[in-house]
Every structure is written in C-alpha cells, then in structure tokens.
Nanobody
Framework: QVQFVESGGGLVQPGESLRLSCHAS???????????MGWYRQAPGKQRELVAQ?????RTNLDDSVRDRFIISRDDNKVDLQMTSLKPEDTAVYYC?????????WGQGTQVTVSS
C-alpha cells in the first residue's frame, strides 16, 4: 500500500522561497509514472484544498491563489512544489497525494510557516 512522504517545509519570511518534495513509500514506488498528482494544503481552521495538479503527461494546473508563484514538477521518483514569493496566507501543512486523492495514502505533511 503506497503512502506519500513530504519534506522541505520550514519557517520563512514573506517573499522568500521553499521547495517541497514528495516521495512514495510502500508497495509500489512506480506511482509517479501512472498517477496524476497534486499538492494540497490545510491551513489552521480550514479544509484541505488542492493548490497544484500535474498529469502523467506533465500538464499542470494551479489554483488562482498560487498561480505565477508556485511551480509543480515531477519525474519518475518524486513530485516537487517550488514556491516563491511566499505570503503569510500560504502558511499551512502541505500534503501530496494522487489527483484525485487516495484516502489511505495521505502522509504526515510538511509544515510551511510564512511569518516576519
């Protein structure tokens, strides 16, 4: 059974950048070759939301709130989220999962905090 593992979060100041990475553990690590993937985030007191998507063929879509600031990319082994010009409202726990998500594959996420 696959589970996703996120890394790369941290505390940064507004305007700075972070790069998140997502790897897979479990029964199959070929998931990145066959699944559309997404980066999701959950801010305190809010529901988890999808912010970036990438298809198997590399087509991407980003939520309006992060378009022009975030880039999602993938290879056979991982999915990354390059975040630039970070804002306090980007503060959240970031998760990766398939798109649409697999309920059993959610990881612990990685905390991103943007604060001066």
């Amino acid at each position: 059974q696959v589970q996703f593992v996120e890394s790369g979060g941290g505390l940064v100041q507004p305007g700075e950048s972070l790069r998140l990475s997502c790897h897979a553990s479990g029964a199959s690590q070929n998931v990145f070759r066959i699944l559309g993937m997404g980066w999701y985030r959950q801010a305190p007191g809010k529901q988890r939301e999808l912010v970036a998507q990438i298809t198997v063929n590399g087509r991407t879509n980003l939520d309006d709130s992060v378009r022009d600031r975030f880039i999602i990319s993938r290879d056979d082994n991982k999915v990354d989220l390059q975040m630039t010009s970070l804002k306090p409202e980007d503060t959240a726990v970031y998760y990766c999962n398939a798109d649409p998500p697999m309920r059993s594959a959610w990881g612990q996420g990685t905390q991103v905090t943007v604060s001066s």
